[in-house]
């Protein structure tokens, strides 16, 4: 069993920052993927961010430039480090790790972040 427990969001103007970590912990053998997601109210979840364990990146177009996502591979935990805030970035931001040799893919409870103009 995994679990994925996530920290740092909360509720910031809009030009501001927030980090959000999520730490990994459970039965751990080998971690392929880990990033993050967002739901709004009414929307569907989308991408946010992934990180492969060898460090590659992809963003979703509506934050690149803005946020940036990092790893931790000794520690099992990932961090976004979120800048230059937007009210449309309001939204449960989840937690998201896959697994190398099973592929099972594995959320956190989620984060609220909150951006007011």
């Known amino acids: 069993q995994v679990q994925l427990v996530e920290s740092g969001g909360g509720l910031v103007q809009a030009g501001g920052s927030l980090r959000l970590s999520c730490a990994a912990s459970g039965s751990l053998f080998s971690i392929n993927v880990m990033g993050w997601y967002r739901q709004a109210p009414g929307k569907q979840r989308e991408l946010v961010a992934l990180?492969?364990?060898?460090?590659?990146?992809n963003y979703a177009d509506s934050v690149k430039g803005r946020f940036t996502i990092s790893r931790d591979n000794g520690k099992n935990t990932v961090h976004l480090q979120m800048n230059s805030l937007k009210p449309e970035d309001t939204a449960v931001y989840y937690c998201?790790?896959?697994?190398?040799?099973?592929?099972?893919?594995?959320w956190g409870q989620g984060t609220q972040v909150t951006v007011s103009s």
């Open positions: 998201y790790l896959q697994m190398f040799n099973t592929g099972y893919e594995y």
């Open positions: 990180i492969t364990s060898g460090g590659s990146t």
